[in-house]
């Protein structure tokens, strides 16, 4: 490689650092203890919020904090008591592609304490809201060899999203959820440098770029 694709590469490189990238986070829960209900709590950089009387609580699963046992998974996860919103602190735009849930107590039949379906509604940053419902199968034994948590993948319309909210329908309202999986969420603007700065800066090393080039070729 001569020395002006060499300075070319480097000039493409600079640029693509600063250009804004989209990035996944899978909120997990599990940095957080198990707590009793609340209807505000920050994590991975969402902020989440529940308008429900009972809002929502952390779970370790199993037996602890819960009889009959709740659904288990070796980890920390949220239970609703209803419906649970999650937003971005950046206010950045977001995707969903998918999350895992499951019902509450061991036990429990459509109708009871557990939602039969987990409903969820992103809104849409252009404005409107999409929604897709996912139904629970009632296959729960908390500590045990079966698999509570089903994994649900969200349609491909859940894009561009501003907020999501998981509300459970049927029954009392209430499930469980975990490793909520978000796409696309484009870096935040204050890490971006002003387009102005970039172009002075682009131009500096273009300067210096002829200079070296000139050098090089004089020899
Ligand atoms: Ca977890
Ligand atoms: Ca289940």
Same mark, same amino acid.
């Given at each position: 490689?001569?020395?002006?694709?060499?300075?070319?590469?480097?000039?493409?490189?600079?640029?693509?650092?600063?250009?804004?990238?989209?990035?996944?986070?899978?909120?997990?829960?599990?940095?957080?203890?198990?707590?009793?209900?609340?209807?505000?709590?920050? =994590?991975? @950089?969402?902020?989440?919020? +529940? *308008?429900?009387?009972?809002?929502?609580? !952390?779970?370790? #699963? $199993?037996?602890?904090?819960?009889?009959?046992?709740?659904?288990?998974?070796?980890?920390?996860?949220?239970?609703?008591?209803?419906?649970?919103?999650?937003?971005?602190?950046?206010?950045?735009?977001?995707?969903?592609?998918?999350?895992?849930?499951?019902?509450?107590?061991?036990?429990? =039949?459509? @109708?009871?304490?557990?939602? +039969? *379906?987990?409903?969820?509604?992103?809104? !849409?940053?252009? #404005? $409107?809201?999409?929604?897709?419902?996912?139904?629970?199968?009632?296959?729960?034994?908390?500590?045990?060899?079966?698999?509570?948590?089903?994994?649900?993948?969200?349609?491909?319309?859940?894009?561009?999203?501003?907020?999501?909210?998981?509300?459970?329908?049927?029954?009392?309202?209430?499930?469980?959820?975990?490793?909520?999986?978000?796409?696309?969420?484009?870096?935040?603007?204050?890490?971006?440098?002003?387009?102005?700065?970039?172009?002075?800066?682009?131009?500096?090393?273009?300067?210096?770029?002829?200079?070296?080039?000139?050098?090089?070729?004089?020899?």
């Amino acid at each position: 490689m001569n020395l002006k694709r060499k300075f070319f590469s480097f000039f493409l490189v600079f640029f693509a650092f600063f250009l804004p990238s989209n990035y996944a986070i899978i909120v997990d829960f599990n940095a957080l203890s198990p707590a009793g209900g609340a209807k505000n709590l920050s =994590t991975q @950089g969402f902020d989440l919020s +529940s *308008t429900g009387s009972n809002g929502f609580a !952390l779970l370790a #699963g $199993g037996t602890n904090g819960c009889s009959p046992a709740c659904p288990f998974n070796g980890t920390t996860y949220l239970f609703s008591f209803n419906e649970v919103t999650f937003n971005l602190q950046s206010g950045a735009s977001f995707s969903l592609a998918s999350f895992e849930g499951a019902e509450t107590n061991q036990g429990q =039949t459509p @109708g009871g304490l557990t939602a +039969s *379906t987990i409903q969820v509604i992103g809104n !849409l940053a252009g #404005g $409107g809201s999409v929604s897709a419902n996912f139904g629970l199968d009632f296959i729960h034994d908390g500590e045990g060899p079966q698999n509570d948590f089903q994994l649900f993948t969200l349609p491909g319309t859940f894009v561009n999203l501003t907020s999501v909210t998981f509300e459970g329908i049927g029954g009392a309202g209430r499930f469980t959820m975990d490793n909520v999986n978000f796409d696309d969420i484009q870096t935040p603007e204050p890490s971006v440098p002003e387009a102005s700065s970039v172009v002075l800066l682009g131009l500096s090393i273009l300067g210096m770029g002829k200079y070296c080039l000139g050098n090089f070729y004089k020899r």
